[in-house]
């Protein structure tokens, strides 16, 4: 008995179109230029001066290499970026204001 050779599949499933669903919008997807693109989706303002500054600090203090709480808070203070209100940084600090930031 001789064998086939097969260029395809045989036991792939044939193709099925999508059928629409309108339950809460499950099966919605965005299609491009159709859709507004807001820059700051997830926020509720652009970014301030101080929340754009933080964020430069703070990568500053990652690229220095600080992987702890504490290191991040000594480099903050190191580079002399202080809190909104002038003070230096505290650990209850950073957690304060990086939850307050997250709202």
Known sequence: MKEATVNFN?????WKAP??????????????????NQIWQTRKAEPTRY?????DALE?????????LADVVDGLN???FRTPDGAL???ERFRSE??????
């Open 98 to 103: 990086v939850a307050s930031l997250a709202e």
């Open 10 to 14: 045989p036991y792939l499933k044939p």
């Open 78 to 80: 190191r580079l002399g």
């Open 89 to 91: 940084w505290t650990t």
């Open 51 to 55: 929340e754009n500054d933080f964020g």
């Open 60 to 68: 500053q203090v990652f690229g220095a290499g600080a992987t702890e």
């Open 19 to 36: 059928e629409p669903n309108n339950v809460a919008g499950k099966g919605q997807i965005e299609q491009p230029g159709q859709v507004e």
